[in-house]
């Protein structure tokens, strides 16, 4: 049965990195058939997509987010990860990772339970 | 950007019930658009894909149909299970935007 656990620190001081990391078991990051993706849901707010990741490397940011964004792939550990550089208390939210199938049309089929990050000093 | 505008925002109702959940879009997202479950605490969960698609073990008392821009999400007959937040997505095109959600709650 595939899951995905996001991991990471629940706090962050503002100007630092958010690092996130997402280990998938059940199924192989390594698929030719999957995105591996990031969303994330401030408090409060609506879900907002961050960007996906192929197994490849190749990468897809929100352009809102691209400028502070990289996600990166181990495929040797099944995982993949998100750093979001110069946080503000706007960045506070709860981060998923998720699987996106594209078959017919791009899904997000399994998701993480996600892990709140807060950013304060 | 795609905005995406839901509504409700909330609803009560009781278990039997049958409620109806719309989505809509400003341009055209032919049926580029699906659907999820969030109970808190848990992840969320796919429905119903390209609009009205059933993801594979989802109930068939959910039920999903529009396209271009105006949608509905239909739970026939509601049970004590289904009390959550149902939100909305389009993949239509990058960047990803989803509805503001719809928190379904006991009467």
């Known amino acids: 049965q595939l899951q995905l656990q996001e991991s990471g620190p629940g706090l962050v001081k503002p100007s630092e990195t958010l690092s996130l990391t997402c280990t998938v078991s059940?199924?192989?990051?390594?698929?030719?058939?999957?995105?591996w993706g990031w969303i994330r849901q401030p408090p409060g707010k609506g879900l907002e997509w961050i960007g996906n990741?192929?197994?490849?490397?190749?990468?897809y940011y929100n352009p809102s987010l691209k400028s502070r964004v990289t996600m990166s792939v181990d495929t040797s550990k099944n995982q993949f990860s998100l750093s979001l550089s110069s946080v503000t208390a706007a960045d506070t939210a709860v981060y998923y990772c998720?699987?996106?199938?594209?078959?017919?049309?791009?899904?997000?089929?399994?998701w993480g339970q996600g892990s709140l990050v807060t950013v304060s000093s | 950007d795609i905005q995406m505008t839901q509504s409700p925002s909330s609803l009560s109702a009781s278990v039997g019930d049958r409620v109806t959940i719309t989505c809509r879009t400003r341009q055209s997202i032919s049926s580029y658009l699906n659907w999820y479950q969030h109970t808190p605490g848990k992840a969320p969960k796919l429905l119903i894909y390209?609009?009205?698609s059933l993801q594979s073990g989802v109930p068939s008392r959910f039920s999903g149909s529009g396209s271009g821009t105006d949608f509905t999400l239909t739970i026939s007959s509601l049970q004590p299970e289904d009390f959550a937040t149902y939100f909305c997505q389009q993949s239509y095109n990058t960047p990803y935007t989803f509805g503001q959600g719809t928190k379904l709650e006991i009467k």
């Open positions: 990741i192929y197994n490849s490397g190749s990468t």
């Open positions: 998720a699987r996106q199938e594209d078959i017919v049309l791009p899904k997000f089929d399994c």
């Open positions: 059940g199924d192989s990051i390594s698929s030719s058939l999957y995105y």
């Open positions: 390209a609009a009205s």
